[in-house]
């Protein structure tokens, strides 16, 4: 079941920002604790956002992804369960030479492994497991926004949804429900606000929405 809550003005931060920042608001750590959802938000981590691979079209991309899918030591990484990619690269693997990097997550298990792809081979070079939570993909965004539009309580406090754009979160307690899942911390911005005016955070793992709440005014 999904919490509301109000918290307040920017403070200081537990978590550790990793790419692109999201406009200055109050961390998860700063939400007082809820039993059964966030278990104790401390030790959780921030992973920030990055672009996809360049040089890369769009069918390179489908085809890396495609061979990626297929591959049994890469489906065999993520337990067999139903991996999905997040994303397509492209990693150095030589002097002068790039080849897509497709990183694959299953939502199931939370493993992430990274598949280095040859397209004009037709196969996949290595397989590697995944060196940190990947990026938040852009699909995963909209998908937290329509969870969050679907609750229903942020949109009825004319928050507009659409804004909401996200970093990944990694639970580090071992004992915790949640580890291991997909978290991803929205944040809400008005067009003429500086500050984020509402947050959510989303469970993509079991599509649920843990808790939303407003940001109140801190000058922002």
Do not use: N
């Not at 003005?9 to 920002?17: I, L, Q």
């Not at 959802?37 to 360049?54: D, H, Q, S």
């Not at 991309?61 to 065999?76: I, K, S, Y």
């Amino acid at each position: 079941m999904c919490e509301e809550s109000v918290v307040p003005g920017p403070g200081p931060s537990r978590t550790v920002p990793v790419g692109p920042a999201l406009p200055a608001a109050p961390p998860p750590g700063e939400v007082r604790d809820r039993p059964g959802l966030l278990a104790p938000v401390a030790p959780l981590r921030r992973f920030g956002t990055e672009p996809a691979g360049t040089g890369l079209t769009a069918g390179d991309r489908g085809r890396a992804a495609e061979l990626a899918l297929a591959d049994p030591e890469v489906r065999r990484g993520t337990g067999g369960g139903r991996p999905a990619v997040l994303g397509v690269y492209t990693a150095p693997t030589g002097r002068h030479r790039t080849h897509p990097l497709v990183v694959v997550h299953d939502r199931a298990s939370g493993v992430t492994v990274e598949a280095t792809v040859d397209l004009a081979a037709g196969r996949v070079l290595e397989v590697s497991a995944g060196r940190h939570p990947p990026v938040l993909a852009e699909a995963e965004q909209r998908h937290a926004r329509d969870l969050v539009r679907g609750s229903r309580l942020l949109a009825a406090l004319g928050v507009d949804i659409d804004s909401g754009a996200g970093h990944v979160l990694a639970e580090v307690d071992l004992h915790s429900p949640r580890y291991r899942h997909r978290l991803v911390d929205l944040r809400f911005v008005q067009a003429d606000r500086r500050l984020p005016s509402a947050f959510a955070i989303v469970d993509l793992s079991d599509d649920s929405v843990l808790t939303t709440g407003l940001v109140s005014s801190g000058g922002g």
